[in-house]
């Protein structure tokens, strides 16, 4: 009876998960079971791959799964036992989206945070203009960085704007590769230019 009462109570939370999960694009959570286990529920609006990782606190890959058929839901129970008290990070990589959430272990007890979610920004280049766009979701301090020849030719200071949509000039740089890179928070993305003039 108990047994029962454990699968239907798990069942339960990964229906309600997945509930709660329909109003994002990625959504990811880490619903403790007891002191050991724990279920990982991630879902998707559309069927894709993705990747989940497991790094402790000096970001040592612990465990990595890919996944080999696309799929909007996912769910498991992880058994987190073998894991010695400390911090994690639970990783989900899904095209150009990643959410993630740190979960302590601490006195046999399973602790989860708060998830951060990060969509790609998207850069673009026509016509000697190069526009992007960001959604900042963590509200982080956002700069952006463009390079060429490996030095630095200018930086703008963004701040912490949820939407970031800006553009940048470049009909006055002579022939050659350049390289944009925004930062935000500890997070850099990069994207390369070839000026063909």
Known sequence: MKTILKVTFLFALVA????????????MNI????????????SALTNSNFNITIADDNNQIL???ESLNPSGIYSKVYD???LGDGTYKLTVV?????SERQFQKKYGKI???????TLEPLFW?????????????????TTLYFYGNDQLIYEKNIGRDFNIQNALN???????????????????????????Q
């Open 80 to 82: 987190f036992s073998d």
């Open 16 to 27: 309600l998960a997945n509930t709660l999960f329909a109003t994002g694009n990625l959504k």
């Open 94 to 98: 899904s095209d150009n989206l990643t």
């Open 31 to 42: 619903l403790p079971l007891n002191n050991e286990k724990a279920v990982v529920a991630v």
């Open 111 to 117: 602790q989860v945070g708060d998830e951060k979610t």
């Open 63 to 65: 465990y990595y799964q």
């Open 170 to 196: 470049l009909s006055k740089l002579a022939k050659g590769n350049y390289e944009a890179v925004l930062c935000a928070g500890n997070k850099q993305f990069t994207y390369r230019v070839e000026i063909q």
């Open 125 to 141: 280049y026509d016509g000697n203009i190069l526009r992007y766009s960001y959604l900042n979701f963590e509200k982080e301090y």
